[in-house]
């Protein structure tokens, strides 16, 4: 019989900043909404250094967002005039593409994650300053020590689920579609990008059919760089099909994707997890299993994520390395 594989015990989800490093991830799970403000989302305004002020603005906006009362309004949307704490003046929140809206009250926030300074997102919603907020705490230097030491079992798939976790946490309702269906984790070296799909956004009927219009506008304009020729998403939606782009968590993760060189693209990884209908109170691998219902591609997706492959040429490996059934937390699945 082979021997065990080793799995490395990765304690805490953040060892970025000395103030969230100390974070079990048993204690992430059992977070109610006050607690995530006040043990992470807090220390994450307040992390030190000049290079971190990208991370404390996309904080102090999620933070603000958070102490508003967010089960009424429009509150889950980033709204262009949002009222931010006297003495803030940041982040600015952008308008949305012209040709999307210019009557709507939606604005973005930008954000470029550390380690991948090439690429560049909008945050609409306060479940995608989450998932910035989360990616930041959890992006580590390339080649530290720890960085080497994660693994999908022992970290990505863990982070994926506290993000899900999170975002059912945020709001105190029941009303399940405020909340973004699935959330995803899209990985490449020590780039951790963690994105949602657009949930309802009470009070604005078409608030989520504008978001998705301006989402869709930034992904037909990426492209990535294939030798001499610079290629062009072309988001075609699949047949049979009632949902167009931009709605989807792996949005982020195509913008990723794009900015990758060939030799980079097997390299990268992630998943889709569909938000939890219960609480978890204890971080177990039992309830950990219970809350990752990983989500496979949707045709779309699969489509799309095809296309940035025949680019680069990589094979199937790309897709692969997105798909649902590879990614597991069951001991026997190792
Ligand atoms: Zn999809």
Not at 218 to 232: C, F, N, P, T, Y
Request: net charge positive; glycine share 6%.
């Amino acid at each position: 019989m082979a021997d065990p594989i080793r799995i490395p015990t990765v304690t805490s989800p953040f060892l970025r900043f000395e103030a969230l490093g100390k974070l079990t991830w048993s204690e992430c799970f059992a977070f109610n909404r006050l607690e995530i403000m006040d043990n992470f989302v807090g220390p994450l305004m307040a992390v030190p250094g000049e290079s971190q002020a990208s991370t404390r603005k996309l904080a102090c906006l999620l933070y603000a967002m958070m102490q508003q009362q967010h089960d009424i309004s429009a509150s889950t949307a980033i709204l262009r005039d949002f009222v931010k704490p006297a003495g803030l003046n940041y982040p600015k929140v952008d308008l949305l593409a012209a040709e999307v809206s210019t009557s709507t009250p939606i604005g973005r926030v930008h954000w470029s994650p550390s380690g991948a300074p090439r690429l560049h997102v909008y945050c609409h919603t306060i479940f995608d300053l989450l998932g910035a907020c989360l990616s930041e705490a959890a992006h580590l230097p390339a080649l530290s020590p720890e960085q080497k030491e994660r693994t999908k079992r022992n970290y990505f798939a863990r982070l994926a689920s506290l993000y899900s976790h999170w975002c059912f946490r945020l709001l105190d309702t029941q009303d399940q579609d405020r909340r973004p269906a699935k959330i995803g984790l899209a990985c490449v070296g020590n780039v951790i990008v963690l994105g949602s799909c657009i949930p309802r956004v009470p009070q604005i009927p078409e608030g989520k059919e504008v978001i998705r219009k301006s989402r869709f506008v930034d992904l037909r304009a990426r492209g990535r760089q294939e030798g001499s020729k610079k290629q062009i998403l072309d988001p075609t939606k699949a047949e049979r099909i009632a949902q167009d782009y931009g709605n989807c968590a792996e949005t982020w993760t195509f913008a990723l994707l794009c900015t990758l060189s060939e030799e980079s693209l097997p390299k990268a990884f992630g998943v889709a997890v569909n938000i939890p209908q219960t609480l978890v109170l204890e971080y177990n691998e039992q309830e950990e299993r219970d809350i990752s219902r990983y989500a496979p591609l949707c045709v779309n997706c699969e489509k799309l994520m095809k296309q940035i492959v025949r680019w680069g040429a990589p094979g199937d490996k790309v897709v692969e390395n997105f798909t649902a059934w590879r990614w597991t937390l069951h001991p026997a699945d190792v």
